[in-house]
């Protein structure tokens, strides 16, 4: 797979990175600074018959005013009134992720929402033990053939089920991440 990295002509060389999905409304970034905006789409070549990941890098530059934002989309009101409203979706969005007092919902056998009730934490984290507890307590290892392997994971999975102490220190440390969170 091959990456490609193109700048509009005329772009600055002295461009500012900016790592990962870019934020509504960064608020660390002067009003006039040069900001990258990645775009990348995965297409097929003809020529090498693989499909390529191309990436473009395109200069943006934050407005100060709303008419500038105007001009930035050719003075179409109606297309101003979609961006705006797409960025308000998005931040209601990023609220309502760490306000407790919208429960979360899952979908039913019938398609309806009913209340979650189970107990959200970091999935990285889980994975991690599991494996870790899989290859030092439940035999374990990359040689052994995939339903060995299976059967250790899945026993370190209901190790950690059954383990009160082991599920209330996750609930702990998720019940620390999600209030600083609230709190940022």
Not at 96 to 107: F, G, R
Request: proline share 5%.
């Amino acid at each position: 797979m091959y990456s490609i990295r193109v700048l509009p002509e005329g772009a600055p060389n002295t461009v500012t990175r900016k790592r990962g999905r870019p934020k509504m409304s960064p608020t660390n970034v002067t009003e006039t600074e040069v900001n990258e905006i990645p775009v990348q789409r995965t297409r097929f070549d003809l020529d090498s018959m693989e499909e390529v990941t191309v990436k473009k890098t395109v200069p943006f530059t934050n407005v100060t005013k709303v008419e500038d934002a105007l001009a930035l989309l050719g003075n179409n009101t109606e297309k101003l009134v979609e961006v705006i409203n797409r960025g308000l979706r998005a931040e209601v969005g990023a609220k309502a992720v760490n306000d407790p007092a919208i429960p979360w919902m899952i979908e039913n056998e019938e398609g309806d929402l009913v209340p979650f009730t189970g107990t959200l934490v970091n999935a990285t984290d889980v994975n991690v033990l599991v494996l870790n507890l899989a290859k030092q307590v439940f035999g374990y290892s990359k040689d052994k053939p995939i339903e060995v392997r299976k059967a250790a994971k899945e026993s370190a999975k209901n190790f950690i089920k059954t383990s009160d102490v082991i599920r209330e220190g996750f609930k702990k440390q998720a019940l620390a991440s999600s209030t600083t969170e609230t709190e940022a």
